[in-house]
């Protein structure tokens, strides 16, 4: 079975760092384009950040640009995020997604699987 698994999130001060991490099974990894969504309080699911399968394609979100990094390890079959400079409207939880494609999609109807996510909260 496929599963995904999402981990690093926590509480956070405002302009502080966190590791996301998506640990994933049950797939041919590296077929799999895969992206990072979020979803705040009373909001819509949003992409945050997509990477491609030999990671030559990198995609975000306005919002986060220059303050996040979306990366891959295909030997380990993991993606991560790296958050620096957060803010209070970062916070969500944050869910990693997989996709059989070549190209990063950045809605979630286009993905295949999910993890159950991870809460990321930026607050003094």
């Known amino acids: 079975q496929v599963q995904l698994v999402e981990s690093g999130g926590g509480l956070v001060q405002p302009g502080g760092s966190l590791r996301l991490s998506c640990a994933t099974s049950?797939?041919?990894?590296?077929?799999?384009?895969m992206s990072w969504f979020r979803q705040g309080p009373g909001k819509e699911r949003e992409f945050v950040a997509g990477i491609t399968r030999e990671g030559g394609d990198l995609r975000y979100t306005s919002s986060v640009k220059g303050r996040f990094t979306v990366s891959r390890d295909n030997g380990k079959n993991t993606l991560f995020l790296q958050m620096n400079s957060l803010k209070p409207e970062d916070t969500a939880v944050y869910y990693c997604?997989?996709?059989?494609?070549?190209?990063?999609?950045?809605?979630?109807?286009?993905?295949?699987?999910w993890g159950r996510g991870t809460q990321v909260t930026v607050s003094s």
């Open positions: 997604a997989a996709r059989l494609a070549l190209t990063i999609a950045s809605n979630s109807r286009d993905y295949n699987y």
């Open positions: 049950g797939l041919t990894f590296s077929w799999y384009v």
